[in-house]
């Protein structure tokens, strides 16, 4: 791995990055794809540009604790919204609004409802929108308190994604695993408690789940504070996002061969 990684400071203090790869779309041709639950994608002759898709998240979409080789911060340059960029070319534009330290939950310390994500919808209407939250759900002293109201929390920022930008479809992405109790994260309850609830929100919402927890299972080498996913982690996490955009949408083409690494 060519970059160096280390932790970055104040995990808790947001960051927002957004990008964009501004490109011409390529002529598309139906892919089958799998069955999806959620209700299908417009063919691409209904789209104009690119498919434009937003990752919204809490540090790990935010790309906490990424650096270049010369120690630099690089969050927006090797975080997987970017290598998702790359990995999906000319056919879409992806973007990314990231917050230390957020949750679903609305009544908890630091709830992503707070944060100033919504006005970057008011002027860019995506197509497609993952959100990647639950690693602080897990939290030890926020999921006993505010565990009842996961499913409101959950289905209320669905709801309000679809507001904002009719016809969006909503990914839920199940949370990588945690090697360790740092932040109070705790791996038990990601798997055998927020997990399970984003599979039951999923189904009952009609959407997409993308599977990051058994992406990245048995790989406690891609996270450089236990936590955190190394660059190489960011890598799988934009190549596990990609192929379930591939499986699902029929106006997304995967590469006859293997794309570059990012």
Not at 61 to 66: E, I, K, M, V, Y
Not at 135 to 149: L, V
Not at 174 to 196: C, D, F, H, M, R
Not at 220 to 231: A, G, K, N, R, S
Request: aromatic fraction near 8%; charge should be positive; proline fraction near 8%.
């Amino acid at each position: 791995m060519s970059n160096r990684i280390k932790q970055g400071a104040g995990r808790g203090k947001e960051f927002v990055q957004w990008m964009g790869i501004a490109v011409l779309l390529a002529a598309l041709a139906a892919s089958p794809g799998l069955a999806s639950s959620a209700s299908a994608p417009p063919p691409a002759a209904t789209r104009n540009g690119p498919l434009r898709i937003v990752c919204l998240g809490d540090s790990i979409t935010q790309g906490f604790g990424l650096v270049d080789a010369e120690g630099k911060q690089a969050m927006n340059k090797l975080g997987y919204p970017a290598k998702l960029g790359a990995l999906l070319g000319t056919q879409a534009v992806v973007k990314v609004y990231g917050a230390g330290g957020t949750t679903y939950f609305r009544q908890a310390d630091h709830p992503f409802e707070k944060t100033a994500w919504i006005a970057y919808f008011q002027t860019w209407k995506p197509n497609v929108v993952t959100l990647a939250f639950g690693t602080n759900c897990s939290n030890d002293k926020t999921w006993p308190k505010f565990s009842e109201q996961y499913s409101a929390d959950v289905k209320w920022l669905i709801s309000e994604v679809r507001r904002l930008s009719p016809g969006v479809e909503i990914y839920l992405c199940l949370p990588p695993p945690a090697y360790s109790n740092k932040y109070g994260i705790n791996e038990k309850t990601i798997q055998n408690s927020v997990i399970p609830a984003l599979k039951k929100i999923a189904a009952e919402e009609h959407l997409n789940t993308i599977d990051l927890h058994t992406a990245l299972r048995n790989h406690p080498e891609l996270f450089f504070d236990t936590i955190h996913p190394t660059e190489d982690g960011m890598r799988l996490i934009a190549k596990t996002i990609a192929d379930r955009l591939y499986e699902t949408r029929q106006d997304l083409i995967p590469p006859a061969a293997g794309p570059p690494t990012p």
